[in-house]
């Protein structure tokens, strides 16, 4: 039997004293309609859903931790829900149980410009933070692909197209207000910009995917606004190239703000999406934050470069609403492969390797997407060494879901073989767990299993996802 | 009684077994010898030593794992020794056991130039990895004041004068080779810049002092040298001023690479140490890496800035060997007042607050050093909103201690009310325990101990320090 045939064999009925009293609690916001539990048992991935047993709207932590507290009497299985955007499965209530859906904390809890930090409920999503601090002069720079909560971006390790220079969830999250999993609240950090008190209960809980606690606060890093933005778009005869280019900008130390990588197949799909006339080759998108000369130094320095890795044109995008355009259809890229094929699914997938290794480990990925004669592209935050293959499958063909499912294997062992990691920001929810082991070994997986245990010894925080019980 | 006496009264001798097992082992490299256990039982807090019941000397990661496994058969405390440096109490054997020093495993293991990372064994000491990388273009920028251990900075969490730049050891380390306590040997990452696979058991490690497992391998990020760096120095009228002025600089988003603050009696201590003759007032010493033109920029940010704070001078120091100067003195700071004041001992502290909190902190902090007559220097990291303050007592007089102890208790109480932590770098130890419930309450506490408990069950791992058990 595979792991999810097991986990959820392992599903009980939801109690219906639990029932009642949620329904008594939380009135209009409990419910068990089965719209909103299929709403709440799929994530962006290509599982089929798994309904959780009811639904549950939170508005405040001390709400969070009295559902964690009635379920934890009962056993019962707890899942966080943001927005929905995770790629691995993470949310699907494999074993039924009660999701609590945060969307409604999405409150700022509090703006310390002159410190360049916020706290904000987990439902506050980083557009809502973005819009928030407008008249600020600062920002909050992580941004995966969708419009994610703070508390999902925590709870994934999310990072996005600045990580190369701004960091992840990791380096930018201060602390983080939790709910354990027998229903207390902790404060896992101060706005200290630094710390050596005690175990990093932060990074213990971002990245944990809401199987050792519920995240309901975060605060994170800001950063001024730079004086300066340009961005700046390329194409090149062939990936290596571009990736080639990548890799001596980041040997030299350029402090790029981003820079992404995209194949033909992904300029076609935003070429269509968002109505551009990209050349359908690969591609490179960079941008640069800093002063007026800064911004053009770091510009020049990267044309160099890039001309010599043979880049065809190098294009200034200045005006804002120009770059704009670009980094709206940088976003867009996922959904405008999705569009390319109606009714398909996408398997989409991630890894992240040591830069130097990246343009070996995409040309030998991209070799085996062609072999498989699959409909893909291949994108990515390439900076960091991080790309995304993304798979249209037809949901009922299911050798081309093995064949996707090939790929993205052979692609994860290939990054391990090369020191790199089976998930640079997608996580592994359900999906990469046997990759997990085969990335750490059976002894690493161990130790993460006894954290499990030890933090959630009923097995009711998000069962059945990252490590096997 | 006491936490200490608590603990040493679980003080057990050595089995007789063990010690003829280890002797027939590791021959030389096991030693009871007094001179040998009384130097490893001490490190630069003003706590008396605290002997071990012997010292090995490891050389690869299999004789740690060997020598933790026959230690835990016998419920035997395991001490990781690497330069013994730390501040806060953090090697002391407590209940005794066997201290494993681990200096002689000092080989590189591999560095990766093309990458930006570099692999060494627990050993290797930060300028000794400096000095091995001199001909590649890269710097490991992370410099506690000490020579210290990679290691050992990993297991405190270190930091100093570039995190406000380069970040700590916990962005910088990107994975461990770490000894658990049934001897088992696992690796916690991979060399990738980012991952979202599972739970961050680097930053679990990263930080726990040796009380969760033995770090015998640490991977960490490279930096290209800048190509351009340059120091400067202003003296100011007032603490108040000075501390302004840097914080002013950080809500600009000034990316200095070094911002240190010493106080009067700082500089008055490095004047006499290293022979210098800067103004015997607050003084901040700037770095700034970048391009030519970058650092010239930011240089002229800083000085209006700091001109604006009434600042008395603005000199800058472009020449490599005055650079050094400068930054050797300040390194030196902590002996250079130690030299002040012969046969007295430092209490050492350090705290951590977000910036615009910063002036009031220090300022209200020195207020009680005079209050309370003590010899005694602030210095800090003030980028960061870290400071430290040096108190030379001597060690007969208990009522000078006890003012001495005052004041940091006021100072971490104090800092913990701005949302601050009351340990930026140094670390908890022993020294800090109770100044750790205090920051995270009680049930935060319970998470940290749960962890503990769950990865070493028979309590041998460095034990007493951080939570009690």
Sequence with gaps: MNHIATAQSLKKPLPATLQTELKSLFGLRFSTAHAMREHHGRDESSYDPMLPDGVVFACSTEEVALIVKLCAREGVPVIPYGTGTSLEGHILALQGGITIDLSQMNAMVAVHQEDLTATVQAGVTRKQLNQELKDTGLFFPIDPGADASLGGMAAT???GTNAVRYGTMRENTLALTVVTADGRIIKTGTRAKKSSAGYD????FVGSEGTLGIITEVTVKLYPQPEAISAAICSFGSIGAAVNAVIETIQMGIPVARVEFLDANGVKAINAHDKLNLPEQPLLLFEFHGSEHGVKEQAEAVQAITTEHGALGFEWATKPEDRTRLWTAR?????AL?????GARAISTDCCVPISRLAECILATRADCEDHKLIYSIIGHVGDGNFHVQMLIDPND??????????????VTRALGMDGTCTGEHGIGLHKMDFLIEEHGEDAIDIMRTLKHALDPGNIMNPGKIVRW
């Design 331 to 335: 976003h867009n890229a996922y959904f």
């Design 201 to 204: 209960l932060t990074r213990l």
């Design 338 to 342: 999705l569009k390319a094929r109606p």
């Design 398 to 411: 299911h050798a081309e879901i093995a064949s996707a499912e090939g790929v993205n294997s052979r692609m």
């Design 157 to 159: 390790r999310a990072s």
